[in-house]
């Protein structure tokens, strides 16, 4: 697991290098806000194809070679961006990032393989971790690297620097990384020969507390699948207009852009390893998922009505840290209140709705809300999030209801 999770890291530091370098892109070949939000959004409208596909080939020729081709892959496409000289380039390349883009979820898959169900939450929670640190130090890279102002600019090296960071990850999971794909038929295995030596009498003896489904209906299950789609419109919206943001409002650079996504990228850290563990031991799931939401509107109405730039800054690094705790919690309590037999489906439904946010996120705050306020977008952001609080409330009670009957 360590190796897998370095791997991740270092996998997913080549996007958060080249985010941040989108809106300057656009602005230094002469693209509309919207063509900058299509370049921002065409990998990952991409990666909802053919994500299922890089799957279908790990499941029938194993995880790990799959996941290195996607990898190495992914390299090369880094390359093919940093050699870029126009935007339509550009749309090419980001397409073929797209297209090499499933090894992420691959390695969801390996963690899923190496895991039991008592521990599996955690280590995935561990993935997602990786993830958050790799978009903190990504951005550093890329604003050490990109240049201090427009004139100065450049995604050459940065992109370069990319393909090598991905280059690095594969030849760390070629030569580290173990083949997964039967470790589940294996625990599989070995779950059920210790049921049979175990009796019934046992079985019954086991004090385990599980605590009530929460009937939260079908209205309540599309709600809650729909804050899958706001969480992965806010990811989205968010990310591309923050450097929008900080130039048109506060006068930032390409540099000052980058580092401050990568603190964005430190709130989600913070939130994935640091409080999601420690609230969900104190709160239960649905209290952290409250607790989280409550926190994203507390920053953002810090954002909107900051007298200065470090305290309105200070506000997006506590909503995004808000965030990342309902966000990340969203999945358990989905397998909370989901039919018990229907809970892989409808797992399934909420990761193409969130990939989907991610997608529409970026082509409707550049498409239009960019061109009225640089703040719409986050006052869009905090009316949805204001949704999220108020059906955690509406779980949180039926399930204080339901324990209590």
């Known amino acids: 697991m360590p190796v897998l999770f370095l791997t991740v890291f270092v996998a997913v530091i080549p996007a ?32 909802i194809v053919v ?29 093919v961006f940093g050699l870029a000289d126009s935007l339509s380039a550009m749309f090419v390349a980001r397409a073929l990032q797209g297209i090499t883009g499933g090894n992420v979820s691959i390695a969801f898959a390996m963690v899923a393989d190496s895991t039991n169900h008592e521990n599996r939450a955690k280590y995935l929670g561990y993935t997602s971790g990786a ?21 100065t600019f450049t995604h050459t090296t940065p992109s370069i620097v990319a393909a090598g960071m991905s280059a690095v990850a594969t030849v760390i999971g070629i030569i580290f990384l173990k083949e997964t794909r039967f470790a589940r038929q294996s625990k ?4 059920e020969k210790a049921l049979d030596a175990t009796s019934p009498s046992d079985i019954n003896k086991k004090d385990v507390y599980v605590p009530p489904r929460a009937p939260v ?52 850290m ?23 939401g409550i926190v994203n509107v507390i920053g953002l109405v810090t954002l909107l009505t900051g007298p200065n730039v470090w305290i309105a800054y200070s506000g997006l690094f506590i909503a995004v840290t808000g965030m990342g705790v309902w966000s990340t919690v969203l ?9 018990e037999d229907k809970v892989g489906y ?16 970026p082509l409707i705050a550049g498409g239009a809300f960019l061109s009225i306020s640089y703040t719409l977008p986050f006052m869009v952001t905090l009316g949805l999030v204001l949704v999220v609080v108020a059906n955690a409330i509406r779980v949180v009670l039926v399930q204080r209801r339901v324990a209590s009957a």
């Open 331 to 339: 999945s358990s309590v989905l397998t909370k209140v989901s039919p």
């Open 188 to 191: 599989a295995a070995v779950n």
């Open 51 to 79: 994500a299922p596909i890089w799957g279908r080939l790990s499941d029938k020729y194993g995880r790990k070679p799959i996941f290195m081709a996607s990898l190495g892959a992914s390299s090369l496409t880094f390359i």
């Open 16 to 47: 958060s290098i080249i985010m941040p370098m989108l809106p300057f892109i656009g602005q230094k070949y002469g693209a509309t806000t919207f063509e900058i939000s299509l370049l921002f959004a065409l990998m990952p409208m991409i990666v």
């Open 346 to 361: 409808m797992l399934g439904v909420s990761s193409g709705a969130s990939m989907i946010g991610r997608v529409i996120g």
């Open 270 to 292: 913070l939130a994935t390893i640091g409080l999601v563990g420690p609230l969900t031991k104190r709160f239960d799931d649905l209290g952290a998922y409250l607790i989280g």
């Open 217 to 268: 209906g079908r209205i309540g299950l599309y709600l809650i699948i729909l804050q899958f789609l706001i969480s992965g419109y806010i990811g989205g919206s968010d990310q591309f207009v923050f450097a929008f943001w900080a130039q048109g409002v506060h006068d930032w650079g390409p540099r000052d852009v980058s580092f401050g996504m990568a603190t964005l990228g430190g709130g989600y």
């Open 131 to 151: 993830m958050a640190l790799a978009f903190f130090v990504g951005p550093m890279f890329g604003g050490l690297l990109m240049g201090a102002d427009l004139e």
